[in-house]
């Protein structure tokens, strides 16, 4: 009877955890530009491939009303692999993916050039960090 009691004690408090979404850091808070989703697990067996490579990637999102110029911005992950911005402006509401792989750069569709995975499936940290090298949004899993 205790341990049936002990279970329903843990599974309650871990309730909120599960249904309250995360709280932003305050510099996250404080950006119009965030990390918004990431597909770090490319779907299907890690072949290598380009296609499979592209099919993992980070979407940023531009929240303001007014453009964001992300030149000089980086995308890292925690073992130091960084993609830099080029020349690039986010419009307003609008995201951009940044793909692993290879391909032509878009307007909402960005290439890092990667001949293998960045993100590590198990776990990892995707970290966006303005043209000043202050952290505006982290995502870890």
Same mark, same amino acid.
């Given at each position: 009877?205790m341990?049936k009691r002990v279970g329903a004690?843990?599974?309650?408090a871990?309730? /909120?955890a599960?249904?309250l979404?995360?709280?932003?850091?305050p510099?996250?808070a404080?950006?119009a530009?965030r990390i918004?989703s990431?597909q770090y697990?490319? /779907?299907?067996?890690?072949?290598g491939s380009?296609?499979?490579?592209n099919?993992e990637?980070?979407?940023?999102?531009?929240?303001?009303?007014?453009k964001?110029?992300?030149?000089?911005?980086?995308?890292?992950?925690?073992?130091?692999?960084?993609y830099?911005?080029?020349?690039?402006?986010?419009r /307003?509401?609008s995201?951009?993916?940044?793909?692993?792989g290879?391909?032509?750069n878009?307007a909402?569709e960005?290439?890092?050039?990667q001949?293998?995975?960045?993100?590590?499936?198990d776990?990892?940290?995707?970290?966006?960090k303005?043209?000043?090298?202050?952290?505006v949004?982290?995502r870890?899993?």
């Open positions: 009877m341990v004690i843990v599974a309650a871990m309730l /909120p599960v249904v979404p995360m709280a932003a850091a510099a996250e404080a950006s530009v918004s990431l697990d490319s /779907p299907g067996s890690d072949s380009n296609a499979s490579l099919a990637w980070v979407r940023v999102h531009n929240y303001s009303t007014t964001k110029v992300l030149t000089g911005w980086t995308l890292r992950d925690a073992s130091g692999h960084v830099r911005f080029g020349t690039y402006t986010l /307003p509401g995201t951009v993916r940044i793909h692993t290879k391909g032509s878009t909402a960005r290439y890092w050039g001949g293998w995975y960045v993100w590590n499936n776990h990892d940290k995707a970290t966006l303005n043209k000043a090298g202050t952290v949004s982290v870890s899993w």
